[in-house]
């Protein structure tokens, strides 16, 4: 199996296994959540309970490189944060969990003025337009959740 797909597929599995993470902390306070199975580009999770969803981000990296990554275009065409349809985002960097609206995300990165950057990413097929967010600038605009 070429390198790309083997990373693509580990990151899948990692990321299926911090939204499941996430799921059972939000399943303390609304039983009825689930995680959508398959691809939804909207959200990760959906709470029937206040008819809302949750996109869950795991980067793991911004520990190194200080800056969460906010992917906007992918292949040519809108995603994450333009198509979003979650209430919430949750962000998890292996060592602390921080709920921030889409809004706020926004709010982050135009207070900041930052800018635009295309890259392609590991295991990615195609490149990606994304705001690099500091993460300590990010994680001031949402709510830590205890781990």
């Known amino acids: 199996m ?19 993470f996430v799921l059972q902390k939000i399943k303390n306070k609304y039983p009825e959540a689930r995680r959508i199975s398959g691809y939804c580009k909207e959200y990760d999770i959906w ?17 190194q490189t200080g800056n969460i990554v906010i992917e906007i275009e992918m292949g040519g065409k809108p995603s994450a944060l333009s198509t979003t349809k979650a209430h919430q ?11 921030i609206t889409p809004r706020e995300i926004k709010e982050c990165i135009f207070t900041n003025q930052l800018r635009i950057v295309t890259f392609t990413g590991p295991g990615d097929q195609h490149s990606k337009r994304a705001y690099l967010v500091p993460k300590d600038k990010l994680f001031r605009y949402g709510k830590y959740i205890n781990v």
């Open 89 to 99: 985002w949750i962000f998890y960097d292996g060592h602390s969990l921080v709920c």
């Open 2 to 20: 070429p390198k790309t797909k083997s990373k693509f597929k580990t990151d899948l599995s990692r990321g299926a296994k911090v939204e499941d």
């Open 47 to 63: 709470i029937p309970e206040i008819n809302q969803g949750i996109e869950v981000k795991y980067d793991p990296m911004s520990n």
